[in-house]
Nanobody, 127 residues
Framework: EVQLVESGGGLVQAGGSLRLSCAAS????????IGWFRQAPGKEREGVST????????YYADTVKGRFTISVDNAKNTVYLQMNSLKPEDTAVYYC????????????????????WGQGTQVTVSS
């Protein structure tokens, strides 16, 4: 059974940092793309960052570029999202997901080809 479990969310003051983790089981990352998405109340889910587990190429939304860093540890089957200089507008439920289609669509941060999702972890940034 494919499973993704996020952790590391919490409450932090603006300017602070958090590191999210996403542990995968039931499959190995291989050449798949892994992504972080978020959804704030009343808003649509948006792509935050994606990464290729094969070559480590990473992509970021403009809103987080320079503040967030995605990384993957294939040996641990875990992907991370280091979030620095957090802002209140980063408040959302953060989800990780895997795209096993082999397409390059993940570079657009679009969720269409991500077929397995975690349950999400809440990140709240206070002002």
């Amino acid at each position: 059974e494919v499973q993704l479990v996020e952790s590391g969310g919490g409450l932090v003051q603006a300017g602070g940092s958090l590191r999210l983790s996403c542990a995968a089981s039931g499959f190995t990352f291989d050449d798949y793309a892994i992504g972080w998405f978020r959804q704030a109340p009343g808003k649509e889910r948006e792509g935050v960052s994606t990464i290729s587990s094969s070559d480590g190429s990473a992509y970021y939304a403009d809103t987080v570029k320079g503040r967030f860093t995605i990384s993957v540890d294939n040996a641990k089957n875990t992907v991370y999202l280091q979030m620095n200089s957090l802002k209140p507008e980063d408040t959302a439920v953060y989800y990780c997901a895997v795209d096993r289609s082999g397409s390059t669509w993940y570079r657009t941060l679009g969720p269409d080809y991500f077929d397995s999702w975690g349950q999400g972890t809440q990140v709240t940034v206070s002002s």
